[in-house]
């Protein structure tokens, strides 16, 4: 005995000295198994395996490699346990495992930014991620095969492989386990889809029958651990998942086993055949709750939303599928009464679908389909398809009313772009050919048969070669090798016309390809050249010439300039620049096309004088002459030519007789200019000088005149960089009523802020703006920021006065501003009600007739109009009652002197008499003293603006002003 006693201990140690070595596979899928940031493997899989090898004696080594490698190392014996394997029909075959699952967990889909994905019908033409090897893998593609969802699959090693996949731009979307998706998708900027699939019990695999010492240690650990709420294996759930799970078996189960031993024994028969059916039972009960599982899943999953209504007003919903969420809807506002199903139908649908059904159920139909609008809960409206099935009693009467209903809105949508392709195909004004495979022509559109003389019927399945005039050197073998390598061919073609007209045509043929990648058919698209090119001989006619002369324009005189300057024949140039005097008032008196015809005039008498010479119209009434080899006697000598011809009397096409007159800039090369433009740039600064010194004359350039011109060109550059640098800014002045005090209105002024040279005050840059005609664009600059800045004041609940802003001599002559008011108005969104356009004195008398009706059509927008600076021009009374104007505006000189200048007293007050007697609100401007208010006030004045109540304002001042 003592003998045996000292063996068996030998033996123990024998045995403790022989640890038995196990090799783990390792591969990336945190938080169940991946190697941290310090290189040691971890993760559930892991701690649970290092506990149980520290209570087995087992020594670990974990052999890192891709997930598909480690399972094929695992099945052929290299590696020893393979943690986080689910169990398959193939896996089986090849691995082992042990009983109780060592973790549960399912796979969910996760998405980038910006992609809609509420079902699986949503990974339709989408690329998804997938685990190389994994059951995710498997099964995806076997169930959307299934449901002929076609999806192009990217294999990964691990899945932060997938999710960076997805991130960069290379997948669509990654099925990756829950697990690790909660932990990393943030990280990876990607968001969660309720698609969810496969839920999964999660095993240790080694190969086929290899290693059953291993699994059976690792179910006593395991049904150990999961019988224990406190032990190990709760906590390193804890640990990882944040929460603990709940106790799988419950303490107490062990005790009752261990009292009732005996029993157990005594009926171990009667245990083992009902375990066996228990087993059996349990097997069938698992295998349901499986199928009622995927079943779940696939109809939350799913396009259709299922409903069970009662026959009752507003259709009372008894049963709605959980994914009733996507219209943003809970099931519980359904089947707790708070929603009916009438209430989410479109209104203007709602009688119609209930006529429908009514009629449906009185014939006794038992399914039957409609389409319709539902409103989402975010009030959008979606296209539905119902498949509605009813079921009766045997007596005939209605049971229950279930529907399948099925968002068709892209259908829909699709439905009507095909209409609009086919409206387009049929309607444009290029011909279009569609031929099968083998170059038979199977349609032409419209189009077509009005650019060839060809009608359908005449061409179907006739060669598209029909068409073909170069049978000697056919393109077509050239068109067809082209075609073949890249789908593709364009290029220009001789045809023919029915006729037996020849055309050239540009021409575009595409080959569409078919869904197996077999030739389908083949697109040609084709344009008649004859036109275009005829088109293009007139448009290079017009860029190099006036289109209402037919002589040369700027940029052919500065060709001709540039050629003469640079040629050593020239001795000397001389270049005049003719500007027509007084032609804006016959243009404006009778209408373009007189004044059109009298440029037509014009360019004739000037022609018969200057033979031999270039003259170029170079826009509006200008015109230039340039000479050659001439000194300056002969140029003034053509210029007084030039003057007495254009001053003699015109006839127009009406009878009517005018006279015009001439203005001549004169300057010389090479005394001044050096460059064609500076050549240009010195006589436009010579005929300035001419008309601001009488018109009727001529000037030569000389330096005297640089200065002048360059600050004024200067201002001008300056001025249009500082509009497209929004360099321009607006501020406000209060409007205030006289008698209350209340704040009714603000004038609108434009101010410079340039950014080298500060504050530009407004009269160094209006008149600038006003010579050089880019007082247009400033003013609807103005208009727009104006109302621009109004709507965003309104919208942040600020109570907006009605704000004025000025309107230029020149725009009020615009014959498009009613339509630049209303397209800014439409623009911004401003009231019209709020904006009130101010017009000078002056500009309203220029043209008076034409000045009533823009006023006119002005006020049918629905703003207000009023007279700026009243008091300084010639006002008629009799226009001036027919203006449709809403306030007078007492110019500011008037203002200035009220409290010691008699006359302005009596000028103001005759001013403030008749604006009441023509039922006019009458508004004082630069008001700054109180004297000045209390006479205003005294003789009944309706308004007043002025640094007494204060000064223009920023914006932001201004703001602050309406907020308090």
């Not at 170029?616 to 006697?633: I, K, P």
């Amino acid at each position: 005995m003592l003998r045996l006693a000292l063996l068996s201990v030998l033996m123990l140690f024998t045995a403790a000295g022989q640890a038995r070595e196990v090799t783990v596979g390792l591969y990336e899928n945190d938080p169940k198994i991946f190697r941290d940031a310090g290189g040691h493997p971890s993760g559930i899989f892991v701690e649970l395996i290092e506990r149980m090898a520290a209570e087995e004696g087992w020594e670990l080594e974990f052999v890192e490699c891709a997930w598909a490698d480690c399972l094929e190392r695992t099945s052929r014996g290299e590696i020893d346990l393979m943690p986080d394997v689910a169990i398959s029909e193939q896996r089986e075959v090849r691995f082992d495992f042990h009983t109780l699952p060592a973790l549960h967990s399912w796979s969910q889909v996760y998405r980038r930014p910006g992609l809609e994905v509420d079902s699986i019908f949503d990974l339709s033409g989408r690329r998804v991620a997938l685990l190389e090897g994994s059951i995710q893998q498997a099964r995806i593609g076997a169930l959307l095969d299934e449901f002929g969802i076609t999806h192009e699959s990217l294999a990964v090693d691990d899945f932060h492989a997938a999710f960076e996949a997805v991130a960069e731009g290379r997948a669509d979307v990654a099925l990756v386990n829950h697990l690790f998706g909660s932990r990393y998708h943030a990280d990876y900027g990607l968001k969660r889809t309720p698609v969810v699939m496969e839920p999964a019990r999660l095993f240790f695999a080694t190969g086929a029958g290899r290693n059953a010492e291993l699994l059976a240690a690792i179910d006593r650990h395991l049904a150990r651990w999961q019988a224990d709420g406190d032990s190990v294996y709760f906590d390193i759930l804890e640990r990882w998942l944040g929460e603990r799970p709940r106790v799988l078996v419950p303490g107490w189960v062990g005790w009752l086993f261990a009292t009732g031993g005996l029993l157990l024994l005594i009926g171990l028969g009667v245990v083992f055949w009902l375990r066996r059916a228990v087993v059996v039972r349990g097997r069938r009960l698992a295998e349901t709750r499986r199928a009622l599982e995927t079943a779940y899943e696939v109809i939350e999953a799913s396009p259709v939303v299922l409903f069970r209504w009662q026959l009752a007003p507003g259709w009372p919903v008894e049963f709605v599928s959980g994914n009733v969420d996507r219209w943003g809807y809970s099931p519980e506002e359904f089947l707790n009464g708070t929603r009916d199903f009438a209430e989410i139908l479109h209104p203007e649908d709602l009688d119609r679908v209930a006529a429908e059904v009514e009629e449906r159920l009185g014939a006794g139909a038992t399914a039957f389909r409609q389409e319709y609008r539902i409103l989402r809960a975010d009030g959008s409206a979606r296209w539905v398809a119902d498949l509605t099935h009813v079921f009766r009693h045997e007596d005939g009467e209605v049971d229950r009313i279930e529907g399948v209903i099925t968002d068709i809105t892209e259908q829909r949508e699709g439905e009507r772009r095909q209409r609009e392709a086919a409206a387009v195909l049929e309607n444009t004004l290029e011909g279009v050919i569609i031929t099968d495979a083998d170059e038979r022509i199977v349609m032409v559109n419209r189009a077509f048969q009005s650019l060839t003389g060809y009608t359908e019927a005449e061409v179907l399945d006739r060669p598209v070669t029909l068409l073909d005039a170069e049978h000697a050197t056919s393109p077509w073998p050239a068109i067809r090798e082209e075609l073949a390598a890249s789908g593709h061919w364009q290029g220009e073609l001789t045809s023919r016309r029915k006729n037996g007209e020849r055309f050239p045509e540009l021409r575009a043929i595409s080959r569409v390809v078919g869904p197996a990648g077999e030739d389908d058919h083949v697109v040609h698209l084709f344009t008649d050249m004859s036109r275009l090119r005829a088109t293009e001989a007139r448009l290079d006619f017009l860029a190099r010439h006036d289109a209402l002369t037919d002589l040369p324009n700027r940029a052919l005189l500065l060709t001709h300039l540039r050629e003469r300057v640079a040629s050593a024949d020239v001795g000397a140039l001389g270049l005049l620049l003719i500007d027509l005097d007084r032609f804006r008032d016959v243009n404006d008196s009778y209408g373009h096309h007189v004044g059109d015809a009298l440029l037509r005039q014009a360019a004739r008498r000037l022609e018969s004088l200057i033979e031999g010479r270039c003259l170029a119209r170079l826009g509006g009434d200008e015109f230039a002459v340039l000479a050659e080899n001439v000194g300056r006697a002969d140029l003034a000598t053509l210029a007084e030519t030039i003057i007495a011809a254009l001053t003699r009397p015109w006839r127009l096409d009406n009878g009517t007789e005018v006279r015009l007159g001439a203005s001549v800039g004169i300057t010389c090369y090479p005394d001044f200019g050096r460059s064609p433009e500076a050549l240009l740039q010195q006589a436009d600064a010579a005929v300035y000088r001419a008309k601001a010194e009488g018109r009727g004359s001529f000037r030569f350039f000389d330096d005297s005149l640089t200065a002048g011109a360059r600050h004024r060109i200067e201002m001008e550059t300056r001025l249009r960089r500082a509009i497209e640098a929004d360099e321009l800014e607006l501020h406000y002045q209060p409007q205030v009523d006289v008698t209350s005090g209340r704040m009714i209105g603000a004038e609108a002024l434009v101010r410079w802020r340039d950014g080298d040279r500060g504050l530009v005050p407004p009269d160094a840059f209006i008149p600038v703006a006003e010579q050089t005609g880019m007082i247009a664009a400033l003013g609807d600059w103005v208009l727009r920021e104006a109302c621009r800045q109004g709507r965003e004041w309104h919208d942040a609940g600020l109570p907006v006065p009605r704000l004025a802003v000025n309107v230029s001599a020149r725009q009020l002559q615009d014959e498009s501003l009613v339509d630049r008011v209303r397209a800014v108005l439409d623009e911004t969104g401003y009231p019209p009600d709020r904006l009130e356009l101010e017009l000078t004195e002056s500009a309203l008398m220029h043209q008076q007739e034409r000045s009533v009706r823009v006023l006119r059509a002005l006020r049918r927008l629905g703003l207000h109009l009023a007279i700026d600076d009243f008091g300084t021009g010639y006002s008629s009374l009799a226009y001036l009652r027919q203006f449709p104007i809403d306030v007078l505006k007492i110019d500011k000189r008037f203002v200035d002197d009220l409290a010691d200048n008699n006359d302005d007293r009596e000028i103001a007050g005759a001013i403030l008499a008749m604006g009441h007697a023509l039922r006019l609100s009458v508004l004082a401007e630069g008001v700054e003293t109180e004297a000045q208010l209390a006479f205003l006030r005294a003789n009944g004045c309706d308004s007043y603006q002025g640094y007494l109540f204060s000064p223009p304002l920023p914006p932001a001042g201004f703001a602050r002003l309406l907020a308090d």
